[in-house]
């Protein structure tokens, strides 16, 4: 019976393969224990079908591709959610997930923060690139001390503080290769004046920081408030040699059956 449901599902995604589809099918909502049994006994073609569903459903549910967040920038920062989740460096207390599309331009909103149990977006804003990554556009990428520019890849956020931006939020880089020295660097959420639609409608884009993702002062608050204490950040570069050990798509699915499964469906 699982073979029969989990074929339907792979069915239904195959109209889902592309990166902006121009509809979402819907999965269901729920597999029950009576129709899974025990999910050890899934092969992992079956639990990748399972997980796709999953991953399809949120993308759907809380209308991310309205909201302009490409699939295939979310599948990624939901892989590595889940491979932070199962190794248990991220929190077990918030299913949140922030996702940054650098390629996009600085004049558009391109942080979302996802309430990922909700399946809905609880922000969607501007944010801003380092001085040194470009201009309206984010071109280049460092993680080396004194660059000026901002650093692609994971990131787990950590505690609050109080600096010269206010209330800000630490960051560390998860990512040997591309953001290990945000720590060091200062890389750190924060608000700002030069990160706002009057900034934008003035100068044609967003002012830049020394590297550190700047967000509308106005909301920079509620924001940190949101997203602190060990919940995953995932920033998107037009960087083409990325690799992170959290994009392990195998590594994710199995957490995905183990930590999704194992109570006998796929929670809503």
Known sequence: MIRIILTSLALGLISFTSS??????TAPASIHTSVIGNNASLSYH?????????????YGQAGLQKQGLSFDVFRN??????????????????????????????????????????????FKTLVAH?????????????????????SIGFYLTDATYYGKHGLSL???????????????????????????DT???????????????????????DVIETIKNK????????????TSSYLDQSA?????????LKDGHINA
């Open 20 to 25: 902006t589809p121009a509809t979402v099918a």
């Open 46 to 58: 079956e639990k990748e079908v399972a997980f796709d569903a999953h991953l399809q459903e949120v």
């Open 77 to 122: 920062a939901y892989i590595g959610f889940q491979n932070f989740k199962d190794k248990k460096l991220s929190s077990g207390a918030k299913s949140i997930l922030t996702v940054v599309d650098f390629t996009k331009p600085s004049r558009e909103k391109r942080m979302w923060i996802i309430d990922l149990d909700a399946k809905k977006v609880l």
């Open 130 to 150: 380092g001085r040194n990554t470009g201009n309206g556009t984010a071109d280049k990428f460092s993680n080396e001390p004194n660059s000026y520019m901002s």
């Open 170 to 196: 630490r960051l560390s880089g998860m990512d040997a290769k591309y953001n290990s020295n945000a720590m060091a660097r200062a890389i750190v959420l924060h608000g700002a004046d030069y990160a706002t």
């Open 199 to 221: 900034f934008v409608k003035q100068y044609g884009r967003l002012g830049r920081s020394l590297g550190c993702p700047a967000v509308p002062q106005e909301i920079s608050k």
């Open 231 to 242: 919940t995953v950040l995932y920033i998107h570069g037009n960087e083409k040699n990325y």
């Open 252 to 260: 994710a699915v199995n957490a995905f059956a183990a930590n999704e």
